[in-house]
C-alpha cells in the first residue's frame, strides 16, 4: 500500500521561509518522479515543482523560479521543498505526488499560510 504522508506546513510572515516534507511508503522516489503540487481556495490545483527519479533535474513553476527549491533524500525515500521569501500568493494546501510507469500517488495535503 501507498502512502505518502506531507508535513511541514504552517503560519508564516511574509518574506518568511518554510521546508515541507513527504515521506513515502510503498512507492520509492529513487525509480518515481516527484512533485509538489497547489491549490489555493476557489483554484484550480498546480504543479509547483518537479524532480525527475533518473538524473534528479528539477524544474519549477515560473511563479516560484528562484523562490523554492525541491529535492529528496532517496535513503530516506523523502521529497522536499523549500520554500523562501514567501508571499500571501503561495497561501494554498500543498500536495505531494509521486509518478511511477504505472500510476500516480498523492498524498493528504499541508496547509501553509502566509500572512502577517
Known amino acids: 500500500q501507498v502512502q505518502l504522508v506531507e508535513s511541514g506546513g504552517g503560519l508564516v510572515q511574509p518574506g518568511g521561509s518554510l521546508r515541507l516534507s513527504c515521506a513515502a511508503s510503498?512507492?520509492?522516489?529513487?525509480?518515481?518522479?516527484g512533485s509538489w503540487y497547489r491549490q489555493a481556495p476557489g483554484k484550480e490545483r498546480e504543479l509547483v515543482a518537479t524532480?525527475?527519479?533518473?538524473?534528479?533535474?528539477?524544474n519549477y513553476a515560473d511563479s516560484v523560479k528562484g523562490r523554492f527549491t525541491i529535492s529528496r533524500d532517496t535513503a530516506k525515500n523523502t521529497l522536499y521543498l523549500q520554500m523562501n521569501s514567501l508571499n500571501p500568493e503561495d497561501t494554498a494546501v500543498y500536495y505531494c505526488n509521486a509518478l511511477t510507469k504505472l500510476a500516480g500517488y498523492w498524498g493528504q495535503g499541508t496547509q501553509v499560510t502566509v500572512s502577517s
Open positions: 524532480i525527475t527519479y533518473r538524473a534528479g533535474s528539477a
Open positions: 510503498g512507492v520509492s522516489f529513487s525509480t518515481s518522479a
